[in-house]
């Protein structure tokens, strides 16, 4: 994670960032200890990403790169103002004991356009990471990669729009289907019959941008129909309010890049 203190929306580089409202930075400053401090409380360890003050989205850690069994493909950001942020995380993987971190060739958001299952990776297209960084991805992990076209600019990172409730042998997600083109929704629901799906409302609240570690789910609490569907699949779900950082285009999942170390 990386603490949100030089954060602040300048430049909009999605539909949810107008520069011409305030943010109040102590406040999102809270929210995002609170977030940290829950993964704490929860057993989870975290680590702190030293922010730039020339990087203002650098708190949406998700972006950085994409790490499985320990391995990290780094990333290669869309717009020229979030591009810097790419060397910060490689730099930070390399000095914690990352053996294997790769530059990319093509573009990729990191886990805003990656998820990981136990079977697949799923990968969105459309807005920022390109077509071509899911041949790369694949390659690199030698996971299969199933490609997802995301159609709704307010849903332009995956993780906006789908989230990995439990990375097990099936895998469950959740997700909002009007953020899918016509194909890929049906794809996705070949692939997770049993999905939970998410209103518009709840989508909208960015309730999809949650972080699961197969119980407990984090979940941006405005996002209140979500609540009572994780509870009775045995989920138990948490809410958390960033709703300062709700004005870049991001919540809980897009603060959170997951460290997956190899078994
Ligand atoms: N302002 C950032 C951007 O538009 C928000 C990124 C949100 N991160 C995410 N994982 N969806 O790039």
Known sequence: MCPPEHFRVTYSINPWMDP???????????????????????????????????????VYAANGATVVDGRVLGARFAHPERAPEAAAHAEWYREHGFADVREPEHINEGEGDFAVTASWLLAGRGFRSSPLSHGEVQEFFGRPVIGLDLVDPHFYHLDTALC????????????????????????????FPDALIASEADARAFGLNCVSDGHHVLVPQAATGLFEPLRERGYEPIGIDLGELLKGGGSVKCCTAELRPAD
Do not use: N
């Not at 406040?27 to 704490?40: C, F, G, K, N, P």
């Not at 990995?164 to 692939?191: I, K, N, T």
């Open 20 to 58: 011409g409202k305030p943010v109040d930075l102590p406040l999102a400053v809270a929210q995002w200890e609170d977030l940290r401090d829950r993964y704490r409380a929860l057993g989870h360890s975290v680590e702190e990403l030293t922010p730039d003050p020339d990087l203002p989205d650098m």
């Open 164 to 191: 990995v409730l439990d990375d097990g042998v099936d895998g469950e997600v959740m997700y909002y289907p009007d953020a899918f083109s016509r194909g890929s929704r049906a794809v996705l629901e070949r692939l």
